[in-house]
T-cell receptor, first 116, second 111 residues
Framework: DTAVSQTPKYLVTQMGNDKSIKCEQN?????MYWYKQDSKKFLKIMFS???????INETVPNRFSPKSPDKAHLNLHINSLELGDSAVYFC???????????????FGPGTRLTVL | GNSVTQMEGPVTLSEEAFLTINCTYT??????LFWYVQYPGEGLQLLLK?????DKGSNKGFEATYRKETTSFHLEKGSVQVSDSAVYFCALSLGNNRLAFGKGNQVVVIP
């Protein structure tokens, strides 16, 4: 039933570790995104994939690597975790419309990452 | 660049009060404008949108009008309920599937 799902919902880990967050959408959308929401609720896009190809890559440390095995999945791998990586990470998806017209983005429930 | 500015600080009000959250934007083209809502512990949901000047988006008693002359898209609701307590984000898009979000406003409705 869930349109955009993420696992895990909570992730607590030590500095220096490597972790992954998984995202799946069952809406048949072409485009998927990763957003980071900081403690002040500020939301910023990190990456966007369209049909498994990277189309948006904001200024994000290269410790963050998105991987899209197919257009229904977009996973986020983070190497050498730092304290500042603590945040809520949201996955989203949308249908790519011809002409680049905007279509609604559907968000997952978020993954709260805490780095100790 | 393209950006969205929302009024500072949380908004606390009593049930049945009138709610206004201000949003202004800066854009190089003709953006579509949106309000998203984030309920506690959940992801963002689209609340309403407007794609051209003078359009009014509305949903669940909320309204916002796209004002090109004042570059604004203020959100209003005439009578809020406790269930409207959430964080509200204004956003804009220029049609490339890229959204620019405002900083969000926490709304707390007290019974």
């Amino acid at each position: 039933d869930t349109a955009v799902s993420q696992t895990p919902k909570y992730l607590v880990t030590q500095m220096g570790n490597d972790k992954s967050i998984k995202c799946e959408q069952n809406l048949g959308h072409d485009t998927m995104y990763w957003y980071k929401q900081d403690s002040k609720k500020f939301l910023k896009i990190m990456f966007s994939y369209n049909n498994k190809e990277l189309i948006i890559n904001e200024t994000v440390p290269n410790r963050f690597s998105p991987k899209s095995p197919d257009k229904a999945h977009l996973n986020l791998h983070i190497n050498s975790l730092e304290l500042g990586d603590s945040a809520v990470y949201f996955c989203a998806s949308s249908q790519d419309l011809a002409g680049g017209a905007y279509n609604e983005q559907f968000f997952g429930p978020g993954t709260r990452l805490t780095v100790l | 660049g393209n950006s969205v500015t929302q009024m500072e600080g949380p908004v606390t009000l009593s049930e049945e009060a009138f709610l206004t959250i201000n949003c202004t934007y800066t854009a190089t083209g003709y953006p579509s404008l949106f309000w998203y809502v984030q309920y506690p512990g959940e992801g963002l949901q689209l609340l309403l949108k407007a794609t051209k000047a003078d359009d009014k988006g509305s949903n669940k008693g909320f309204e916002a009008t796209y004002r090109k002359e004042t570059t604004s898209f203020h959100l209003e609701k005439g009578s809020v309920q406790v269930s409207d307590s959430a964080v509200y984000f204004c956003a804009l898009s220029l049609g490339n599937n890229r959204l620019a979000f405002g900083k969000g406003n926490q709304v707390v409705v007290i019974p």
